[in-house]
């Protein structure tokens, strides 16, 4: 009978666990921790778990896990066109970042691993979105 209720109840607990089912609110009622660099909704003890809506303040969006951004995030200029889109995994870098100007045109792009730029080609655009700068780049962990 106990395995039963456990094989009834691991599909609704599976469920609750997707970010679908976390809380969303504005990034103006987050803090961040100085002590151990989590987020926190204002006044709780637990690190946030959830999705932000831009705010006035913080024109960004984007998806916490523990107090720590996970996934892809979004940051807006004042006219409310795409800035930067970037992608964490659990609060590092990750994947392909991307900058836009002001008035939505690609600017910059490169790629990280962990927390840490890789290999790869760094790309810069002009303004008019003709690429302006292309360059390889290796990233270089010992010195010694």
Do not use: Q
Not at 44 to 60: I, N, Q
Not at 63 to 78: L, T
Request: hydrophobic residues 30%; contains cysteine; proline residues 5%.
């Amino acid at each position: 009978m106990k395995l039963i209720k456990l094989l009834t109840l691991s599909p609704l607990i599976s469920l609750l666990s997707l970010p679908g089912w976390s809380e969303t609110i504005p990034m103006d009622e987050l803090v961040t921790n100085p002590t151990d660099g989590l987020v926190y909704k204002k006044f709780t003890s637990d690190p946030f778990t959830g999705s932000t809506t831009p705010a006035s303040e913080k024109p960004s969006k984007g998806y916490y896990k523990n107090g720590k951004k996970h996934g892809v995030w979004e940051h807006y200029h004042d006219n409310g066109l795409l800035h930067r889109k970037e992608t964490y995994k659990d609060g590092k870098e990750e994947c392909f970042w991307k900058m836009y100007d002001i008035n939505g045109k690609l600017k910059f792009k490169n790629s990280y691993n962990l927390g840490y730029l890789i290999n790869g080609v760094l790309k810069n655009y002009h303004k008019n979105g003709k690429l302006f700068l292309r360059g390889n780049y290796k990233v270089v962990t010992n010195y010694f």
